[in-house]
């Protein structure tokens, strides 16, 4: 099913509806709605996956008129009655919040382009430094390739989750993954010389379709990448796309050290140890030294400065020195996707939502296939009170990445609990493997919506660590756009705490 948000026809299930003249039909056959019915359907229509509360029903239904609910509910009874059998799966009443259309837009990323799986290159050593570099060479590979439409490129958990042994197995592997082709190679280094070599694989039949061997001296890795990319394309499709090749053929920063050093600070950032953020803050800071000018690293600075500080709960101040190293970091490099994915992570949380939206439909225009940036689409579907669009981004990304990070499920449980799915939002945190103080919070609330009150209360009382005010963080942690999805959360909150409502 599918919808648009405006006054054109749109689809309801089996039904069409056109919200500027309210004229539901089914088969060509117009189908009977009272006027009132009318206008109710066509701001749920104009407002589909989001929770309208009452007020705003009635506000738009009788704008000058007092009556009480009985009136609204008469017309929700009469449209369900016009849709059958497919009413409640479309017009959900979602529990002391409103009504919601369960109509979502599905993210225009639909593709028959040939999947592409990059393995983690080879490079004979235990020096994390150098895994660092040589992850780090092989994902610019997997962000070279992401910015041609003309494939689809798993993400790098998928694909760097596989080892050395199972990869050989590459009709089995290629079916596991949903991978076409997979890309694998080794890299040798002897000072400042780079010794790289790759190979593209048909997943069905095992057979290898290209190899070859590079040698770079310093920065010229930057072209070897580029051609390893514009190779591999050039060997799956027929035509390369002149607008990708573009996007991808500037140089990132004219230092190999300071390359390394962002290299090693992205690693750290995606470490867990309490210490491997301050080391990504520091890394990246060493970056800008060597390079004032290079653009991902002032990027990835104010990333870790607002995972540092807290993420929404950072200060004004972080989040504003933070906002200046993004900017800064887009005006650098406004063709590197995530420049502009991480400036909209910091824009969000600061609360500018349409600034925010803007930036990550830019990064998926650089790199549509980039399954964190789809994900952080839905989160932020979510949090602009779209939870339903949010799902559908969401579970693209999951498809996109089988094998994706843990903040995949926490993602996914926000927009649950925001359309009443509290059951499947619990589920969704229970997959993470440690469950901080926010995702016992949410937990409770998820249960206390349930009406499992002693399970809600654990969760909270696990939540009590020094300095953490569960109320707090649900109020001003979760930067929801609008009040409504902000109460719902502080609902379950002070229902687990047993606090009157």
């Not at 059958?84 to 369960?102: I, K, P």
């Not at 962000?143 to 050989?168: D, H, I, K, M, Y």
């Not at 390394?260 to 301050?278: F, K, M, S, T």
């Not at 990835?300 to 970091?329: C, E, H, N, P």
Request: hydrophobic letters at 40%; one cysteine or more.
């Amino acid at each position: 099913m599918a919808t648009e948000a405006s006054a054109q026809a749109c689809r309801l299930g089996k039904f069409s509806f056109d919200p500027s003249s309210g004229a539901l039909s089914y088969d060509r056959e117009i189908i009977f709605l009272r006027p009132k019915a009318q206008v109710l359907l066509s701001h749920l229509v104009r407002n589909a996956g989001r929770v309208v509360s009452k007020s705003e029903l009635l506000d738009a239904v009788w704008p000058e008129v007092t009556v009480t609910e009985d009136s609204l509910t008469q017309c929700v009874r009469e449209i369900r009655k016009a849709l059958g059998n497919e009413a409640q799966a479309l017009v959900r009443t979602v529990s002391r919040r409103g009504y919601m259309l369960a109509v979502a837009r599905e993210p225009d990323l639909t593709t028959d382009a040939p999947a592409v799986a990059v393995l983690r290159f080879q490079h004979g050593t235990d020096d994390p430094t150098e895994t660092a570099i040589s992850d780090g060479i092989a994902e610019d590979i997997l962000n070279g390739l992401g910015r041609f439409r003309a494939v689809t490129v798993l993400a790098r958990s998928t694909s760097f989750a596989v080892s050395g042994e199972a990869a050989q197995e590459w009709r089995t592997l290629g079916e596991k993954l949903g991978a076409d082709y997979f890309v694998d190679g080794d890299i040798k280094r002897l000072g400042g010389t780079f010794d790289v070599g790759v190979r593209l694989t048909e997943a069905s039949r095992g057979v290898q379709l290209w190899s070859d061997r590079y040698l770079a001296q310093d920065t010229e890795i930057f072209s070897v990448q580029n051609e390893i990319a514009r190779r591999i394309v050039s060997r799956l499709v027929s035509r390369l796309e002149d607008a990708g090749l573009q996007r991808m053929s500037s140089k990132p920063t004219d230092s190999l050290a300071a390359y390394e050093l962002v290299l090693r600070g992205i690693a750290a950032l995606r470490g867990y140890r309490p210490q491997d953020n301050e080391d990504a803050r520091q890394l990246f800071e060493a970056a800008i030294e060597k390079d004032p000018h290079y653009g991902v690293a002032q990027s990835y600075l104010a990333l870790s400065q607002v995972i540092i500080g807290g993420y929404a709960m950072a200060s004004t101040k972080v989040l504003a020195g933070a906002l200046d190293l993004a900017l800064k970091g887009v005006t650098l490099a406004p063709e590197d996707p995530r420049c502009h994915r991480i400036l909209a992570i910091v824009r969000l949380y600061l609360r500018q939502h349409d600034a925010a939206e803007q930036h990550v439909r830019r990064s998926l225009d650089l790199n549509p296939h980039d399954a964190d940036t789809v994900c952080q689409m839905g989160y932020l579907m979510t949090m602009r009170g779209r939870p339903l669009d949010g799902l559908a981004w969401i579970d693209r990304a999951f498809r996109l990445n089988p094998i994706h990070p843990d903040w995949y499920h926490y993602d996914r449980s926000v927009a649950l609990y925001s359309i009443g799915e509290y059951r499947s939002a619990a589920t969704e945190l229970e997959r993470l493997p440690l469950l901080g103080p926010g995702a016992r919070v949410r937990l409770a609330a998820c249960y206390a919506q349930m009406g499992e009150l002693q399970i809600a209360k654990q969760h909270l009382g696990a939540a009590a660590v020094a300095g953490f005010s569960p109320l707090d963080y649900v109020k001003n942690g979760i930067v929801f756009e609008h009040a409504a999805d902000i109460e719902h959360l502080v609902e379950g909150v002070r229902k687990a705490s047993g606090q009157a409502e």
